[in-house]
Structures are given as C-alpha cells and as structure tokens.
Nanobody
C-alpha cells in the first residue's frame, strides 16, 4: 500500500484547508484510514480515523468539531477537511492505513505540511 498525502499549505488562523490522501491499493475499502500530525518538537499524535465503509469516525479532542474525515472508496482517497484552523494546528499531517479494527497502522504516507499563521 502506498499513500500520497497532499493539500497542505499556509493559511491564516480561522481559515480552512482540505487534505487528501490517495492510496495505491487494489482494495482500498479493506483499510481503516487515519490522519495523524506531528508538530515541531512534539511527538506524532492521532487526529482522526474512519472505518472501512466510512460509517464510523473518531477524532482527537483537539480537533473535534473543527475537522471532518471522509473517504471515497471509488477514488481510493481519504480526506481531512480542516476548518477554524488555529496556530496550534501547525504540523506535518500524515495519512495511515491498517486492515484490522484495532492495533497499529501498517502503512504511512510521506506527510504534508500545514502552517497556520496568527
């Protein structure tokens, strides 16, 4: 599985961005997809995840109500819509995939940088 994240950039506080992650895999719907982020000098942290068919989602408290994860299995793509961005959202955002309901993510994308200016 190869994952390619895109859509990062520079945005002012209060603005929006949509990240995309395209997967090179035959059966994308077999994978739970997640978004993680790593801010400068900090450890990588979970941001959001979405189940195989997109029915179940989960969010970190820090992004709940502002970020929305979605997927299009026909396009092998998962999205992260980020609204009301804050400077503390500045980070490299990574998409990840796993086949099992629980456990570690097995596949990771290369990351896309999001910078939120105050």
């Amino acid at each position: 599985v190869q994952l390619q994240a895109s859509g990062g950039g520079l945005v002012q506080a209060g603005g929006s961005l949509r990240l995309s992650c395209a997967a090179s895999v035959h059966t994308f719907s077999r994978y739970i997809m997640g978004w993680f982020r790593q801010a400068p000098g900090k450890e990588r942290e979970f941001a959001a995840s979405i189940s195989w068919a997109g029915i179940t989602t989960a969010y970190a408290d820090s992004v709940k109500g502002r970020f929305t994860i979605s997927r299009d299995n026909a396009k092998n793509t998962v999205y992260l819509q980020m609204n009301s961005l804050k400077p503390e959202d500045t980070a490299v955002y990574y998409c990840a995939a796993r086949e099992t309901a629980t456990g570690d993510y097995d596949f990771w994308g290369q990351g896309t940088l999001v910078t939120v200016s105050s």
